[in-house]
């Protein structure tokens, strides 16, 4: 309808242009905060795999390292052990002062190096040991492993007898004289000094090297632990664990000296060393705070960004918008209503004109459809009225058949048996038993067309079987009726039922089954018709499924349903079931009914 120009305006409210600017800060805000938690979360965990595999790989490459180091020394001990063993010359101890001196030159790693005879004594040492530092040496592992087994052998930590009693390891190899043990070839370094801390300082790592007992061979400042301390199992369990264990990757509570957690892992050496490679959780933390700042702070950027290109935006349009709200004040979906011209709009605005000349064609449009919609429930309100008056006419015109029935035929052979049996006592007959025979014979013969027309007029209403033999029965009398009464050829299927069906689903079946044989041979102009009768699995239970098809003419689906139609589909309805009427495949009509099993149905 038009508006009135003298109408008084709507309250105020929030302006279309500051909802349009609160939702798109709304849109910015929101994924920009979603984002920044997506992007932080993705750099949590970048940063822990970062640090987790530069952990692994710091720790392989050290323990390579480790044991690369002591292979080139051991290596050249081996080399002067041979060239001394091969020339026979182990006593020379002249040339052990030589040959010692030039090892410690080339590899000054070795603290102390020293040979000893098969009696485990200090024959010689470079550099020199104080007087009260040289003894045997039958307690050190490094000669007692060569002694044994005549292999090189690198050792556990253990605490030196020279200046400073500092924590020691030694390399040593068997000498021999004619195939004998002679003594050991020994280098003593010293524990702290086998890997390089810087490097892993720099990166900020902890070194925890044990040896095979899990003695400490090398520790850094940051841990609890230091040389020739035993790692014990009750004081560290997680440590304890990952040098037993090595399990990749963990990350452990408390352990180092500030009681602050770290990531670990464990590296095995050759000779069964193990190497702790620890990371504090702080350079982590640290980390993944320059992350952090870098994200959100380019998050802002970009947000500032977008806000500055929606506040120009938002300007730009604002005359637009009070020009269009003002074309919209005019705009009413009725039938004179003239659409808003494109032409007359901003470029930024086409869309939602085009929207709202959409809207109110569809407006129309829906209109239109509902009212035709009316108009056929109108229609179909008046053809039920009409069926369910002309199911009234019939059900009337029944009734009259059958009081006519039973007045004129039932009443009138009643009547002939009362004249007949009224005669037998007229004594003009006397005692003739022929007469009397034949009144008898009569009245037999009229008694039998009575019983035979109340029996048909009872088929009619609701035959007996189906109270009393069940559905088949009853079905297999109507085909029965009906072959004698019709030319067509009816097969009738029954699947096996266990049990008598509910009353209600037997007698809409067969009620069903009745009037589609009826149809069919009033109208299908049909030779043959199938009636198929099973169960089936519905979605709320078990069904019983009637088929009536035959070969006739089939079913017009532009004439209204017939009374006979609409009767067995209220039949189905009326206990939750359905009847569906369909065109044969080849030609006929299928009639399906699907009727719930359920007892009160």
């Known amino acids: ?71 080139v020394h051991l290596a050249a001990m081996q080399v002067l052990a041979d060239r001394r063993n091969a020339t026979g010359d182990i006593d020379d101890l002249s040339r052990w002062d030589s040959d010692l001196a030039r090892v410690n030159h080339y590899y000054p790693a070795f603290a102390h190096l020293l040979v000893t005879d098969a009696d485990g004594r200090v024959l010689t040492s470079t550099p020199a040991l104080p007087a009260d530092a040289i003894g045997p040496v039958t ?76 003695s400490v061979l090398q520790s850094s400042a ?11 199992p009750a004081a560290a ?34 000779n069964g060393w193990r190497l702790l490679l620890l990371q504090p959780s702080g350079v982590v933390k640290a980390e993944l705070r320059r992350v952090a700042v870098a994200v959100i702070a380019l998050l802002v950027l970009v947000v500032a960004g977008v806000l500055a290109v929606v506040v120009a935006k938002m300007r730009r349009l604002g005359g637009s918008v009070r020009a269009l ?6 705009f009413a979906l009725d039938g004179d209503s003239a659409q808003l011209a494109p032409a007359n709009l901003p470029r930024e605005l086409l869309p939602l004109a085009d929207a709202m000349n959409g809207l109110a064609a569809r407006a129309r449009a829906s209109f239109q459809q509902v009212n ?25 015109d029944e ?55 109340l029996r048909n007029l009872s088929l009619l209403l609701r035959p007996p079987q189906l109270d009393s033999l069940g559905l088949e029965a009853a079905l297999r009398g109507q085909v029965a009726l009906l072959s004698r009464n019709s030319a067509l050829q009816v ?27 009826t149809n069919v041979a009033r109208h299908a102009g049909a030779t043959c018709v199938e009636i198929e009768v099973e169960l089936e699995d519905g979605e709320s239970g078990p069904l019983l499924v009637l088929r009536v098809s035959d070969d006739g003419r089939g079913v017009d689906a532009s004439r209204p349903a017939g009374l006979g139609l609409v009767t067995m589909r209220e039949r189905a309805t009326q206990i939750g079931g359905s009847v569906t009427i369909a065109p044969r495949p080849g030609g006929g009509t299928v009639v399906r009914a699907e009727l719930p099993m359920q007892d009160g149905a």
Not at 146 to 165: F, L
Not at 222 to 232: F, I
Not at 492 to 511: M, N, W
């Open 372 to 396: 035709r919609s009316l108009q056929e429930q109108r229609r179909l309100r008046e053809e039920l009225q009409s069926v369910a008056q002309r199911l009234l006419t019939v059900q009337e």
């Open 325 to 330: 709200l003002q074309r919209m004040r005019q």
């Open 139 to 214: 307690d050190r592992e490094y000669f007692q492993v060569p002694r044994r087994t005549g292999e090189r052998h690198v050792s556990n930590v253990y605490q030196g007898r020279g200046p400073g009693n500092g924590a020691r390891m030694a390399i040593s190899v068997a000498l021999y004289r004619d195939g004998q043990f002679a003594g050991v070839l020994a280098g003593s370094m010293r524990a702290d000094a086998l890997l390089p801390m810087d490097e892993l300082d720099e990166h900020g790592f902890e070194l925890l090297l044990l040896d095979r007992g899990l």
């Open 222 to 232: 940051g841990l609890p632990q230091r040389p020739l301390d035993r790692l014990d």
């Open 399 to 453: 009734r009259r058949t059958l009081s006519r029935e039973l007045h004129d035929d039932i009443g009138q052979s009643i009547t002939a048996i009362k004249l007949a049996a009224t005669s037998l006592a007229d004594e003009a007959l006397g005692d003739d038993p022929q007469v009397r025979r034949e009144i008898l014979d009569e009245i037999v013969s009229i008694a039998d067309q009575t019983v035979l027309k």
């Open 491 to 517: 097969r009738l299927e029954v699947a096996p039922l266990e049990g008598r069906l509910p009353a209600a689903t037997e007698l809409a079946c067969f009620r069903i089954a009745q009037e589609a044989l």
């Open 1 to 71: 309808m038009p508006i009135d120009p003298a109408a008084s305006p709507p309250p105020a409210g929030r302006s279309l242009l500051g909802q349009f600017t609160g939702l798109v800060l709304l849109a910015v805000f929101l994924p920009a905060l979603a984002l920044a938690g997506v992007l932080l979360w993705q750099a949590s965990t970048s940063v822990h795999a970062q640090g987790a595999t530069r952990l692994a790989a710091t720790a392989s490459a050290s323990a390579r390292g480790l044991e690369s180091f002591l292979g």
């Open 237 to 270: 369990p997680a440590l304890a664990r990952l040098a037993r264990g090595f399990d990749g990757v963990q990350e452990l509570d408390a352990v180092l000296a500030g009681g602050e957690d770290a990531l670990a892992v464990a590296a095995p050496l050759d």
